[in-house]
């Protein structure tokens, strides 16, 4: 039986609602393990499953979903539209018929994790955050590991996210990163912070689940990675805590330097952020911010330019679901989870 880390005992799915918030970095820590296999964010959860589309697939569906897997996994996410050419592959290993989606996202990650001698499947979708309860339920071996960031840091760094493509990552087609261009406004970065707090806040006693401040993560490195190892009951291996510093939105990538990068701790306050970006943000998320010990800037009045923001939220948030509709398994349950 292949363990599985849907980041656990024998299954680990490390996950994160709102994205930039450290859970490639943590990836690549779980990666570094002899024992684990990190996956690229597959999106299964709330884009190619979702709590409305657990219907039995006939043949044909059953060899395009995991088709469609196997694509994301070698080509990418923004190129899983050529799955076609892992249909002889796909239909190899289902040889029993297999209806349920959820199964053959199980057999998946079973056969990629034993084709790289790992024991352990860490999935690392930062939306699988909002599927907790159906990934808990289904896989009962398996782990979480839910990493919580600043929200500035999380504004700023979604913010800058459209730049990646040239900061190193080449791969981003040139509309993936307009879209992320025009999906940035600070209302709607705050409303999907604060609801993935609230998600992370309903799992706090759950023995399944880890919640890591990736703050404390860069501060203490080594006993933090211990203490993630001892949840998921492997052993600390050195090797984990040498991972390249990339990734970032606001500086070139640097595959060369091995190590936990501290500098990325509150890089908010040294720019990037407008005044009335911060306010905006740490009011909408308040509640959510002093639940996780996050401590606010004081302002006597609130910046004039938060009524721009109000104003243009609407055309904004009507342009960003336009340009992210393909993307989006069902409208309402993700607009619910998301959002609200």
């Known amino acids: 039986e292949i363990a599985s880390c849907l980041v656990g005992s024998e299954m680990c799915i490390r996950d994160r609602g709102s994205s930039r918030s ?16 990190t996956f690229k964010e ?6 190619i499953w979702t709590n409305n589309s657990d219907k039995k697939l006939n043949r044909t569906e059953q060899v395009h979903l995991l088709s469609r897997l196997f694509c994301i996994q070698e080509r990418g996410i923004f190129n899983q539209n050529n799955f076609i050419e892992f249909k002889g592959k796909s239909e190899k290993i289902l040889a029993e018929d297999i209806s349920s989606p959820l199964k053959i996202y199980e057999l998946f990650l079973e056969t990629i994790s034993k084709e790289n001698g790992s024991s352990i499947s860490c999935e690392q979708t930062p939306k ?14 398996a782990k979480v590991i839910n990493l919580v960031r600043d929200q500035r840091d999380v504004l700023l760094s979604q913010k800058n996210k459209w730049k990646r493509r040239f900061l190193g990552a080449k791969s981003i087609p040139m509309i993936e990163a307009i879209r992320s261009f025009v999906n940035y406004h600070p209302i709607l970065t705050a409303k999907v912070w604060n609801s993935s707090l609230y998600q992370t806040s309903k799992f706090r006693s759950n023995s399944r689940v880890k919640i890591v401040k990736f703050e404390d993560l860069l501060v203490d490195s080594r006993i933090q990675v211990h203490e993630i190892c001892k949840f998921l009951e492997i052993d600390f291996q050195e090797n984990m805590l040498k ?6 939105s606001t500086e070139n990538d640097s595959k060369s330097e091995l190590v936990i990068d501290s500098s990325k701790i509150s890089k908010w306050k040294k720019g990037g952020l407008t005044s009335s970006e911060i306010y905006l943000s740490q009011n909408l998320s308040s509640n959510m911010m002093d639940e996780f010990g996050y401590e606010k800037e004081t302002f006597t009045f609130p910046p004039i330019m938060v009524v721009l923001h109000f ?13 992210n509709y393909h993307r989006i398994g069902n409208v309402v349950e993700v607009i619910k989870k998301r959002v609200f």
């Open 22 to 37: 450290g859970t490639t970095m943590m990836g690549r820590i779980l990666g570094n393990h002899s024992d684990v296999f």
């Open 42 to 47: 597959l999106h299964f959860f709330g884009t």
């Open 128 to 141: 699988n955050l909002y599927y907790l309860e159906e990934i808990l339920d289904f896989f009962p071996d």
């Open 243 to 248: 991972v390249p510093v990339i990734g970032s």
């Open 311 to 323: 104003i243009s939220f609407p055309f904004k948030l009507g342009l960003a679901f336009v340009l």
